[in-house]
């Protein structure tokens, strides 16, 4: 930008940059300054001369208007957002150097160099950080700009006039290569620093993710232990019925029967034979519903049975047997919640009974906590005379609880993705228009007082 300007102002010689800092410490220091030789073909650039502003710079309360204090025109470019044109300076009552030293400075301009607060994001700017001038009011207040710099062009004597079209030159330069630039720069970094925010937000939802997939995966584990507590409730149930019938346990006579005909076959096959023992001996372990359990013989059990004997056939007597075993274990399946066998068991009042056999007996693929809370309930009742009444129910509760804090868990869990992918509804960045045409508050070039 000075350099612009010292090209294309046949009498401007000089040109300095002042940065002004950050609230509320406000430092304005000397970056450099650039002095361009009479063929206006090069500029020397540096710090040459002595000046208060040179590095680390000047805070605002050592320069700002104080009685007592030289008045300087630094303050009136940084507090009043407006521009200084020394046109004589032995009359010039902002000029330092007259005050102190009774020397006159060059013939200068001084332009602010404005940033929209809109662009200064990140609470760079605070409206409580604006520094206080003497009289004890905030500046900055009642503009959409802050100084964020400073321009000096030093010109031939008599050659500046306030008002002239050098200064305008100097101001319009100010406004295009210095304000509109800078706002650029800012609103580009304020990008980046938002592309780096989606990122974080990505990589943050990643996380939740990963926590909600945890999340999800103990809560099946869960509901397997839920499972698998009503299934001891579904035996403890089917051996009181055994027990007060004084009848033996089918399911198991049926898989001993099976296990005892391969037993009991010519030694072929025995790879085959040692398999279809252990399944069906596995299947003793499991507590399936009837239904589910029904399925896992047919496609376990009799299925192996079937490619067994179309390898290695049995005669007829032997093959009859196998497959009235299976159907015998098929319908030993359902004993518990056999109408018949649940009528004539009388030490349970029949409609608790009925609620009692539903509950254990129901197939459910989900977390049913309604369900659940009505078969903690009914464990509560003493005439559900099964041995693990009580520590069942204790178990049950436990899980329960566990479960409903998963739940809540993954709850949270899908609302805070939703809070980070969303940006909690004020993460959207918006254009305010086109901001060429935004005007820059007015200097007074006419007159600085």
């Known amino acids: 930008m000075i350099e612009t300007i010292l090209i294309c102002l046949p009498n401007a010689f000089k040109g300095t940059i002042y940065r002004v800092g950050k609230l509320p410490a406000l430092i304005t220091e000397r970056i450099t300054s650039g002095i361009i030789n009479r063929e206006k073909r090069e500029i020397s650039w540096g710090l040459p001369e002595k000046s208060g502003y040179n590095p680390p710079g000047k805070p605002w309360l050592d320069y700002r208007d104080e009685p007592g204090r030289p008045l300087e025109a630094m303050a009136w470019c940084v507090e009043r957002q407006k521009s200084w044109t020394s046109e004589d300076p032995k009359t010039d009552v902002r000029s330092v150097r007259l005050q102190v030293e009774g020397m006159t400075e060059d013939f200068h301009h001084m332009e602010p160099v404005l940033a929209r607060k809109s ?10 950080d604006y520094p206080l001038n003497y009289q004890g009011n905030r500046i900055w207040q009642d503009t959409e700009y802050a100084v964020v710099a400073v321009i000096k062009i030093h010109s031939q004597a008599d050659t500046i006039r306030i008002g002239s079209p050098q200064t305008v030159v100097i101001k319009k ?11 650029q720069q800012l609103r580009q970094d304020s990008l980046r620093a938002m592309q780096q925010i989606a990122r974080d937000r990505l990589n943050a939802c990643n996380i939740l993710a990963d926590s909600l997939r945890n999340a999800i995966t103990k809560s099946g584990l869960i509901f397997s232990l839920v499972k698998q ?53 596995r299947f003793l372990d499991l507590s399936l519903t009837p239904e589910k359990a029904a399925h896992w013989v047919t496609m376990q059990i009799q299925g192996r049975w079937k490619e067994f004997l179309e390898g290695f056939p049995l005669g007829e007597e032997q093959t009859s047997a196998v497959w009235q075993c299976i159907e015998r274990l098929k319908k030993s399946l359902y004993f518990g919640k056999d109408p018949d066998v649940v009528e004539q068991y009388d030490k ?11 509950l254990i007996y129901s197939n459910s693929d989900h977390f049913d906590s309604v369900r659940l809370d009505a078969l903690i309930s009914i ?12 520590k069942s129910k204790r178990t049950l509760i436990q899980l329960k609880a566990l479960a409903e804090n998963m739940n809540q868990l993954e709850r949270n869990t899908n609302f805070l993705l939703r809070q980070v992918l969303n940006g909690n509804n004020c993460g959207k960045w918006e254009e305010t228009g086109d901001h060429r045409s935004v005007q820059h508050p007015s200097a007074d070039t006419k007159s600085h007082q």
Request: aromatic residues 6%; proline residues 5%; charged residues 35%.
């Open 119 to 128: 662009d200064l994001r990140f609470d760079m700017y605070s409206d409580l």
């Open 173 to 183: 330069l100010s406004r295009s290569l210095g304000t509109e630039l800078l706002s």
């Open 229 to 281: 507590e009503i299934g001891y409730l579904r035996d403890q149930w089917e051996i009181l019925l055994l027990e007060e019938r004084k009848e033996q346990n089918g399911k198991a006579k049926a898989i001993k029967d099976l296990n005892r005909i391969l037993e009991n076959m010519p030694d072929r096959a025995e790879h085959l034979k040692k398999d279809i023992i252990a399944v069906q001996n």
């Open 348 to 358: 349970i009042p029949p409609e608790l009974k009925k609620e009692w056999v539903d």
């Open 379 to 390: 464990l509560g009742n003493p005439a559900i005379a099964i041995p693990s009444r009580e």
